[in-house]
Every structure is written in C-alpha cells, then in structure tokens.
C-alpha cells in the first residue's frame, strides 16, 4: 500500500466540530475510494470517486457526509456535527481503473483513526 | 447486513504448518472475491483474488478456493510464516461494482 498518502494519522474532534480527513492517491490513480472500519467490524464501503465527479455514494450516510475529488489536490472526505459513533478508522483506497472484474486491485492507505470526544 | 463473514476472530498454527481461513457470504451476485492482509496501524493489502469462473487460485504459499455451491472460500498458507501474523480480510463484490463487502477479518498468529 505504499504511495498511497492520507492525513491525518490520527484525528480527535469534540462532538458537533466538523472533521476533515484527506487522501493522496497513488500517482497516476485517479480513482479514490473511501471505507469505514467500525470497531470489531470489517471494512465497509462508503462512496467511489473519480477526479470531480462522484461515481458511487451508495455507502455513505445521508446526513452529515461528504466527499469529493478535485482536479487539484487531495480527495477530501468531511464529516459535519460530528457524533460518538462516527469514531472509527477511516481508509482510502486508489486504483488505477474502475474495478472490474480481473482489474480489482485497490491500494490503500494507512487511515486515519477519528475519536470523536 | 452482513453479507461476507469471517467467523473466526483469531487463529493460532505453528510455523511451518497449514494456516486455513474461512469466509462465508450470502450474496449470489459476488462474483469476485479477494483477501487483504492487514499489519496493525497499516492499510490492508491485497493478497489473492478469484473469480466466480474459477475454484481455486495460487500464487506462491498462497492459495484460494472457492465453493460457489456452498458460498464458501478459504485462504490456504502453506507453509505458514512468523510474518504472516496478520488480520486477514475476506472481501466481496458484484461484477463491475464498487460496492466491495468486507468481512470482519480474522486475526492469524503464527508461533515459531
């Protein structure tokens, strides 16, 4: 999962404070995907992006939610009024092509752990 | 909605041995299953990777099988490794779809 940059590591916000986490994709990626690990559960999809435009949000919760892929810069995945339960570990994972099925490789990055206090 | 489940949390085997590790899914639309090997305060890695039209892939020690009939696919490390101590994550998804399943992952301690 090397190259494959997100920031902060580790994030603690105060609840109804806003978080912002950050994922630099892979050079040449210009897919980002972002996942959820709650505690002692498996990752869950939250909302595949390509550079400006939001392919798939189907994993992401109505309210409070969002995320984008600029044409510059990082994919950004913002979390408003934040609550306890959003505390959980946050990846981002970039690819190359749109998954299919003998491309289906993503890489990850490290995460970024939110405690929400 | 779990749809992948890795039952077991944790598993121990002894260098040099077999380490086994299973999943389980619900959803006949998987078609593409892969494993991610997780190091504490790492992102996953992708491991292995098999498709419905196959039942089983190798690549080295590692070797997945599929049982489409009983939704059931294994992980087979042979032979095991200290380095392969690990959370293993079993993941799914439909043909030409984003939405990737993930099981809860199974942690392997592998004792010299």
């Known amino acids: 999962n090397a190259g494959v940059m997100q920031n902060p590591r580790h994030l603690v916000r105060r609840r109804g404070q806003e978080a912002r986490l950050r994922c630099s994709p892979m050079?040449?990626?210009?897919?980002v995907y972002w996942y959820r690990q709650l505690p002692e559960e498996g990752l869950k999809f939250m909302v595949y992006l390509q550079k400006e435009n939001i392919i798939d949000e189907s994993g992401m919760p109505k309210e409070r939610f969002s995320a984008e892929f600029p044409k510059e810069g990082p994919s950004i995945l913002r979390i408003q009024q934040v609550v306890r339960g959003d505390s959980a570990a946050y990846f981002c994972?970039?690819?190359?092509?749109?998954?299919?099925?003998?491309?289906?490789?993503?890489?990850f990055g490290p995460g970024t752990r939110l405690t929400v206090t | 909605d779990q749809q992948v489940k890795q039952n077991s949390p944790s598993l121990s085997v002894q260098e040099g041995r077999i380490s086994i590790l299973n999943c389980d899914y619900t959803n006949s639309m998987f078609d593409y299953f892969l494993w991610y090997k997780k190091y504490p305060a790492e992102g996953p890695t992708f491991l292995i990777s098999i498709s419905s039209i196959k039942d089983k892939n190798e690549d080295g020690r590692f070797t997945v099988f599929l049982n489409k009939s009983a939704k059931h696919l294994s992980l087979h490390i042979v032979p095991s490794q200290p380095g392969d101590s690990a959370v293993y994550f079993c993941a799914a998804s439909p043909y030409n779809n984003n939405d990737m399943r993930f099981g809860a992952g199974t942690r392997l301690t592998v004792k010299p």
């Open positions: 994972a970039s690819s190359p092509w749109a998954s299919g099925r003998d491309l289906h490789e993503q890489y």
């Open positions: 050079k040449g990626h210009s897919h």
